[in-house]
């Protein structure tokens, strides 16, 4: 696991899961974002778009104070944008004219490799949930792409990995890094808020400092070794790498 200098996960210790939608189980849909890419003369795999979600979120990581949340999404795209390749000239009026014409589903592509490390996660058999910063829609985006759910009563099993719970903050009203957010979903699965429960998320501002506030133990999905201020917590370049550092010790 890359992790700074005494940063490590105590693999004994771990109690629970929490995990951050965006840029941890789902990116940006590519079918909404390839047709202007590829107006712009790109056609960027799979693999680049996730890249360029990364930078996207670490360039907001550096930035003194959070965007506006209306602006939030027009700012990441001017970076993403350039990220995969567009003119830096063209990078702004592009992410505003992808940012007026919002889409459905816009956050609900499956990551690469991001089921089986799910699956992975899930074999260990600790409680795990999701809290995102989303708008209303995670819970049925996860749901409908197969990556996890909550049992909703009907008797029906869906595709995917059963959750304790999946909180949106546009449903419970308090968003990271706000503790509440976190205290609501520790709630929901009875458990203390301690340096047992993991939350993983995409992002220092948001992710890090939230489970920080929270009294829980951030782990940092930074893939490319993006982060600006790495000391003092742990960093996992996907949910595969965290269930093999999350085994016990053979013995």
């Known amino acids: 696991m890359a992790s700074a ?29 390839l047709p202007p890419l590829r107006e712009a003369g790109l056609d960027p795999d799979l693999a680049t778009l996730e890249r360029a979600h990364y930078q996207a979120m670490a360039a907001q990581d550096r930035e003194a104070m959070p965007p506006a949340a209306a602006t939030w999404w027009r700012d990441y795209l001017t970076t ?30 499956a990551g690469l ?6 699956r992975a996660l899930a074999g260990l058999g600790l409680p795990m949930g999701v809290v995102s910063n989303s708008n209303g829609t995670v819970e049925g985006d996860l749901r409908r792409v197969g990556i996890c759910y909550v049992p909703d009563g009907d008797g029906s099993q869906p595709d995917g990995i059963q959750m304790g719970v999946i909180l949106d903050s546009a449903v419970v009203g308090v968003a990271k890094p706000d503790p509440g957010i976190f205290r609501i979903a520790l709630d929901a699965l009875n458990l203390p808020a301690d340096g047992t429960v993991l939350h993983v998320g995409d992002s220092l501002r948001y992710d890090v400092a939230g489970a920080l506030a929270a009294g829980l133990q951030p782990v940092h999905m930074d893939p490319y070794g993006l982060c600006s201020a790495p000391g003092g917590h742990p960093h996992v370049s996907s949910l595969t790498e965290l269930a093999r550092a999350l085994l016990p010790n053979p013995r």
């Not at 830096?88 to 992410?95: I, K, P």
């Not at 490799?113 to 799910?118: A, F, I, R, S």
């Open 113 to 118: 490799g991001v089921k089986d490390g799910l």
């Open 5 to 33: 200098p005494g940063s490590s996960i105590e693999a004994p210790k771990v109690s629970a899961i929490l995990l951050d939608a965006g840029g941890v189980l789902v990116f940006p849909e590519p079918a909404n974002l």
């Open 80 to 109: 993403y944008l350039a990220a995969c390749g567009v003119a830096e000239a063209s990078c702004e009026q592009l992410a505003v004219e992808i940012a007026q014409h919002p889409r459905r589903y816009g956050w609900a592509h």
